[in-house]
């Protein structure tokens, strides 16, 4: 039986605080590596990352992502690296201050929208610099979509020329105060996406209690997935997530339901264009 390959993202860390309840969210370098290592071997092919400081706030550190990059290189061998450029703590200076690393992908995302408790807040100039950047260093966009007029916005910077035609986008639902995670609002979405962004690749995120939901309509409408401890903590109602390796895990053995397996490392850059000599 042929299955389609489905990109499996593990977003290791965020900026979910460690407290007691969350002890296996990665924060030190060596934890990301050995996270995503574990991940890795579970599934996924891309990683979303975020640097923090040792005081395990979100961090610009440039090193942070440098040192966390090199081993996974080592660790997972072909895996897509996909830093953060998002909001939460840092100064909008800093925030595209690690792409001249040239990583396989950084985050973008194309407006802003409120979060729980703070503004996402991405202002139109900014949005088009960074985009700018990622040009600049041969870093492909993921282009997160928190709210409907964002996915306009993407097609904005493509008939801009600040995006490739082929863009790859995200749809995130279920943040408090951004879009929910509604089937329907995902289905509208898509059949925009393939009238304005027809080359365009996609996923979709959930966010806590929302997260394996999504994950089952992701890969019954053909996207890819995103899972992990950025996203949510919790395994189910009654236990908290052992590693990002667990949550991938899930995703993997909810493939063949839909006739999907795990993109290996390869397939995902055929998928995503990534290929490199
Ligand atoms: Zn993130």
Known sequence: MTTTPCIITVAINGSVPRKKDTPAVPISVQEMIESTHEAFEAGASL????????????????????SAREGIEKHCPGMIIQYSTGARGRELASRGGMLDQSPDMASLATGSVNFPTFVNENPPSFI??????????????????????????????????????NPHVQFVMGVRNAQPARREI??????????????????????????????????????????????????????????????????TSLCPEYRRHPATAAEARAILGLTRD
């Open 186 to 251: 995902l289905e509208f979405e898509l059949s925009e996406l393939r009238k304005i962004l027809p080359d365009a690749t996609w996923t979709a995120a959930g966010l806590g209690r929302h997260q394996l939901e999504v994950n089952h309509w992701a890969l019954e409408l053909g996207g890819h997935c995103r899972t992990g401890l950025e996203d949510n903590v919790k395994f189910d109602k009654t236990r908290l997530a052992k590693s990002n390796a667990e949550l991938v895990a899930r995703v």
């Open 128 to 165: 088009d610099d960074l985009a700018q950047r990622m040009l600049d260093y041969n870093v492909k966009a993921e282009c997160e979509i928190f709210d409907l007029a964002m996915l306009y916005n993407a097609k904005d910077l493509v008939d801009r020329g600040l995006l490739k035609p």
């Open 47 to 66: 990683v979303h990352m975020h640097a923090r400081d040792e005081n395990e706030n979100s961090s610009s550190d440039p090193e942070v992502f440098r």
